[in-house]
């Protein structure tokens, strides 16, 4: 096992390099560029502000001193928000973004798989239904109209919840509850499906009709035998979900007036701001290996043979 969680954690290494390679050499090659927009501005000025950020190296060694820099987690400054590193930005907004995003996937991972295991048990049910039509709500309707329908109910007609904030204001954790419910809505949507379908194949095999030949309680065989062999397919997804979460989050951030980093990744986009883009980019993507990495050595725990192979 040791073994296989060391080839994986060394996988990481040329994933990130293609990952910044080919990241940096398609932002810059694009049309346009951070200073092309600005009225006015002079072409000395132009020449000057390129000059001050090595913009007017060749691209190749431009792309050999910012990857020096990003070895010892220097991201550079920002071309816009010039007050701040790119370094100081993401700290800023990043944290923010992993509670919501966190709190968002325990939910709808808790939900989705207690609706799942409901479903499964109760297949053709009218809780099968249920179940599966909140799931089909779940996976349809978008983002953008389930934190309003949410803001409207539960903020300004019943006055349980805040509008919008964040946990640092006077309100506190109660800011917390609509953007995580909203975000975790499509995602508890596709885990209970995941889980039902899994759950039930499960249910369909030889051991764990054995193990209710044995006289077994329903329960002790659906918590020691059906729940870990459903729980591979869940767990697989949970890496990716976890990445799309934070990654998603810039609507619901929006929309509840989070301070994230979503509003900034799109400003930076907008605005050509090549550092902060690539600073971006990187975090977001080491973010998106390093989980993926964990479910993978989750995965070889919860079935050795994995380990093997």
């Known amino acids: 096992m040791a073994k296989y969680i060391i080839r994986r ?11 910044i390679t080919l990241s940096f050499f398609l932002i810059r090659v694009a049309p346009g560029g951070p200073f092309s927009g600005e ?3 002079p072409e000395q000025v132009q020449q000057n502000l390129l000059k001050k950020y090595h913009m007017d190296e060749p691209l190749f060694r431009q792309y050999l001193r910012y990857f020096g820099d990003v070895l010892i987690g220097n991201f550079g400054p920002s071309l816009r928000y010039k007050e701040s590193s790119v370094n100081e930005l993401i700290a800023q907004g990043f944290p923010n973004s992993i509670i919501l995003g966190t709190v968002a996937l325990a939910l709808a991972t808790f939900a989705g798989i207690c609706v799942g295991i409901l479903s499964a048990l109760k297949q053709n049910r009218w809780q099968d239904y249920s179940a599966m039509s909140l799931a089909v709500i779940g996976i349809s309707v978008p983002l953008f109209v389930i934190g309003p329908v949410l803001q409207l109910v539960f903020a300004m007609n019943l006055k349980w919840l805040p509008v919008s904030g964040w946990i640092f204001s006077r309100a506190g954790l109660k800011t917390l ?36 030949s044995k006289g077994l309680s329903e329960g002790i065989v659906i918590r020691r035998h059906v729940l870990k062999g459903a729980l591979l397919p869940i767990v697989s997804y949970l890496g990716p979900a976890f990445a799309g ?38 975090v977001y993507s080491l973010f998106l290996v390093t989980m993926n990495f964990l479910v993978d050595v989750l995965y070889g725990f919860l079935d050795p043979r994995i380990a093997y192979k």
Do not use: C, H, W
């Open 245 to 282: 979460i934070i990654t998603g989050s810039i609507v619901v951030e929006s929309i509840f007036f989070i301070p994230g980093i979503g509003k900034i990744f799109v400003q930076s986009a907008l605005n050509r701001d090549y550092p902060l883009i690539m600073g971006e980019v990187i």
């Open 9 to 19: 954690l060394l996988s990481l290494i040329p994933t990130m390099f293609i990952i």
């Open 39 to 41: 009225k006015g501005l």
């Open 177 to 212: 509850i609509l953007p995580a419910l909203t975000l975790a809505f499509p995602y508890f949507a596709y885990i209970a499906r995941l889980s039902r379908a899994s759950i039930l194949e499960v249910l369909r095999s030889d051991y764990v009709r054995t193990a209710r």
